[in-house]
């Protein structure tokens, strides 16, 4: 007869693998909630690794193109609210750098239908020393996704009442040259 308590050597060991388990997950957890959360997650890509860029909204931050594509300009209409939906009313953090605005540059402004092997490649430059932001993409398709991703880098502070975001090296493409079906 066994104790009610007792812990046979192969539960035993098991416990020890998951405790293990759970504890070697910790420090991934904690250090990944200080990274953006880009999705789907860019081929390559460096970030910083905190908020350490002012985000000057109140001056109105300035989108601009190269190009002269309606697609694009009404991309940044929508972006104008998704990435800056707070009213700022707090003063920027004076020790960080400031980013004024996001220049886009694309190399193709045809706005062809997108379709399979279309170039949605874009790279994106958030500088450490402020000014403006920089996107450069061959089509504005790859100029669409480039500002999904802009979008998802702008964070607001609720303590400070102002926008700030990471300095920033991005190059991205899609995975796959074909869409998957989704339900």
């Not at 991934?28 to 000057?56: G, K, M, R």
């Not at 300095?167 to 493409?173: A, L, P």
Request: charge should be negative; glycine fraction near 6%; aromatic fraction near 12%.
């Amino acid at each position: 007869k066994t104790a009610p308590f007792f812990i046979k050597p192969a539960c035993a060991s098991n416990m020890l693998a998951l405790a293990l388990f759970v504890c070697g997950c910790i420090p991934i957890a904690v250090y990944s909630s200080s990274l953006p959360n880009i999705w789907p997650l860019p081929s390559e890509f460096t970030v910083s690794d905190s908020l350490n860029l002012n985000v000057d909204t109140r001056a109105g931050f300035i989108f601009s193109q190269n190009q002269d594509s309606a697609l694009i300009q009404q991309a940044f209409d929508r972006y104008s609210w998704l990435c800056f939906p707070h009213r700022p009313e707090g003063q920027p953090n004076a020790d960080y750098s400031t980013l004024t605005g996001l220049k886009v540059d694309i190399n193709d402004a045809s706005e062809d239908t997108l379709g399979l092997g279309m170039d949605e490649s874009y790279s994106l430059d958030i500088p450490a020393e402020g000014g403006n932001a920089t996107l450069t993409a061959n089509t504005v398709w790859g100029a669409m996704r480039g500002l999904e991703t802009f979008s998802q880098l702008m964070v607001f502070n609720f303590t400070q009442s102002f926008y700030q975001t990471f300095v920033t090296s991005i190059v991205d493409k899609p995975r796959f040259s074909h869409r998957g079906i989704l339900t």
